[in-house]
């Protein structure tokens, strides 16, 4: 039994899926599936049923792959420990981003911070908070980027900056004449929400008071941010879009952006760790370079502005 063996099977439990663990793992599907197969016969016992898609853990697979969580996670802390003591700029750092804070962050710093720091394998997971939430605390990544305060004695969390709300209104929509938004401008009918279980809707659900959306969003609340923006621009609805989405408009689709008026609805943005994590240096360096490729005045909470 190795650890990498062990880093398999957890690669499978988290993917469901062959291919997609061996491609997480860096190695080829047919060596993945090799060691995991070593592994079971190593053990006599079978740890996946591959007779289901996707791929799941048998009974014994379950109770070996709590165990299997709990070494390769003080196994990786070792290494960390070392690591941390030289300073080092080497390894694996994996982080979970939410798929609102993403699309837009990431551009800013990402390239940049690997070109810096080219023996830092800096890996990118985008997930739910909830899903972030879970990675975290079994130790299948290194730090989470969330939107949401995190209120646990097992996790710490550092605010990294405040991001705004906008409205993104067609043309055809009646609030297009206004120059700011107030949430009694707005009703569920025309409104284009992401699915249940994003903290961006949840967020802004609570701020306009619409829970009677639920209703009216059946057809609607599936589907990315991306799409309705389109869907805002062939001249449908309203969406709501994060701050660091409007440096990626052209002057044409800023013509669409509408602020809210004051309050102005504001989500915090934080990079959350666990409370045993010890990496330090490479979290440091990407916390001031996160920072850094924001607007400054998104670095601080303005009276007008109110966390949601």
Known sequence: MTLQQLEYILAVDNFRHFAK?????????????????????????????????????????????????????????????????EQSMKGV??????????????????????????????????MKTSACLTALTDGLIDAAIL?????????????????????????????F?????????????RLWLLDEGHCFRDQLMRF??????????????LGSMETFMRMVESGMGITFIPELATLQLSESQKELVRPFAVPKPTRQISIVTRADFV?????????????????KEMLTLKGTQKVV
Do not use: W
């Open 21 to 85: 663990a061996a491609e997480h793992c860096r190695v080829t599907q047919p060596t993945l599936s090799m060691m995991i197969q070593k592994l079971e016969d190593e053990l006599d016992v079978k740890l996946f049923d591959r007779t289901v898609q996707p791929v799941q853990p048998t009974s014994a697979g379950r109770k070996v792959i709590e165990q299997a969580k709990k070494v390769v996670y003080e196994a990786s802390l070792i290494k960390s420990i070392v690591s941390e003591e």
């Open 93 to 126: 750092f994996t982080i979970g981003v939410l798929p609102t804070i993403a699309p837009y962050l990431l551009p800013l710093f990402f390239e940049q911070f690997k070109e810096k720091y080219p023996e830092l394998d800096l890996r990118v997971n985008e």
């Open 147 to 175: 939107a949401t305060e995190v209120d646990s004695k097992q996790l710490n969390e550092e605010v990294l900056y405040y991001e705004q709300f906008f409205g993104y209104v067609s043309r055809k929509e009646s609030v």
């Open 177 to 189: 004449k206004n120059e700011l938004i107030r949430t009694s401008d707005i009703n569920g009918e």
């Open 208 to 221: 306009c008071q619409m829970e009677a959306v639920k209703l009216n969003q059946v057809a609607y609340h």
């Open 279 to 295: 990496r330090f240096s490479v979290l440091n360096l990407l916390k001031e370079t996160i920072r850094k490729s924001v607007p």
